[in-house]
């Protein structure tokens, strides 16, 4: 297996990059090699200082990036050199087996519909965040940006992409699916919440468990929570202020340190013929280490095959 890594991507790229990629290697399998994608020589550079091997990695030089600001789509096209764009090169080659990025999240974007492309029958693909549960157990929201506006019809297929990501690489047995809602009612909710919840009601794709409030999305009622991405993610960033809020009062608790975002690393791009992770732009070490082991879970897992197999 091999894992494509842009160390140039993220706000503190390439220190932390470097530093998580190192924290990564020292606990996946001998069998899993990283390959780095940025500027080599700065690598083995910190590699040499810090009594790291570098001969462990492989290396794809490039000292391109597409900055933050940058317009995706004209970044993506305009910046072949790119350490985006070289990534998603050798995921469409076949030269590796997943791409992790904490680069512009647009071009990540871009680059998995226009490159690898989403899989056929996937309207809109998606990405997700964890949902801690007061129980001790985790969910999935989804979506958390990537496509503001909904139809019904592209949320029903978010119940499908997140049952199978919750089932095949976080291990949920028969994930409860539930639409988030401002009530439980079936008519409750604007145009879009009632035709997505007649949809889902009579599905046989997914465990459907009915509407979600706000207040029950950290319960054990659901483990996937579908909604649009401009409410997913207005719901993440809320979590994040609140625990930032907790931490900057120095109070610790078991729960509530669930929601560092550290401990996830970053999300798969579903619905999209390859394995494609995007990860937070503030990205520590930690995170980063995190964000490659969950690339290793996702290819062992073939999610991507398993969500083909669904939409065929």
Not at 24 to 49: C, N, R, T, W
Not at 106 to 115: R, W
Request: glycine share 10%; with cysteine.
């Amino acid at each position: 297996m091999k894992i494509g890594f842009d160390i140039l991507g993220g706000d503190f790229a390439p220190k932390n990059c470097l530093e998580g990629l190192v924290l990564a290697s020292k606990e996946l399998p001998k069998d899993v090699k990283l390959v780095l994608i940025g500027d080599s020589e700065v690598a083995k550079a910190y590699f040499s200082k810090n009594g790291v091997d570098p001969d462990q990695f492989e290396y794809v030089h490039t000292t391109e990036v597409i900055e933050m600001g940058e317009h995706p789509t004209k970044a993506f096209s305009q910046k072949p050199n790119s350490s985006i764009f070289l990534g998603f090169k050798l995921l469409k080659e076949k030269k590796i087996d997943a791409f992790a990025s904490s680069g512009n999240t647009g071009a990540m974007l871009v680059g998995s519909m226009f490159t690898v492309k989403a899989i056929p029958g996937v309207i809109r693909p998606c990405i997700t965040s964890i949902l801690p549960k007061e129980n001790g157990g985790f969910g999935l929201l989804l979506d958390i940006g990537t496509n503001a506006d909904c139809k019904p019809d592209v949320l029903y297929q978010f119940g499908i992409l997140g049952s199978i990501c919750a089932k095949e690489v976080y291990k949920i047995k028969n994930p409860k699916v539930g639409l988030l809602n401002i009530g439980e009612e079936p008519e409750k909710g604007n145009l879009v919440a009632q035709a997505t919840y007649a949809l889902m009601k009579e599905s046989k794709d997914f465990n459907f468990v009915g509407n979600i409030e706000g207040r029950e999305v950290f319960s054990d009622k659901a483990d996937v929570v579908v909604c649009e991405g401009f409410v997913g993610n207005i719901l993440l960033k809320t979590a994040e202020a609140f625990y930032d809020v907790i931490k900057s009062r120095n109070r610790s608790d078991e729960y509530f340190d669930k929601f560092n975002y550290e401990l996830y690393g970053g999300t798969p791009v579903l619905g999209v013929n390859a394995n494609v992770l995007i990860g937070h732009g503030i990205s520590s070490a930690l995170a980063f280490k995190n964000m490659l082991l969950l690339a290793k879970d996702v290819v062992d897992a073939k999610l991507n095959d398993k969500i083909e197999q669904i939409f065929q």
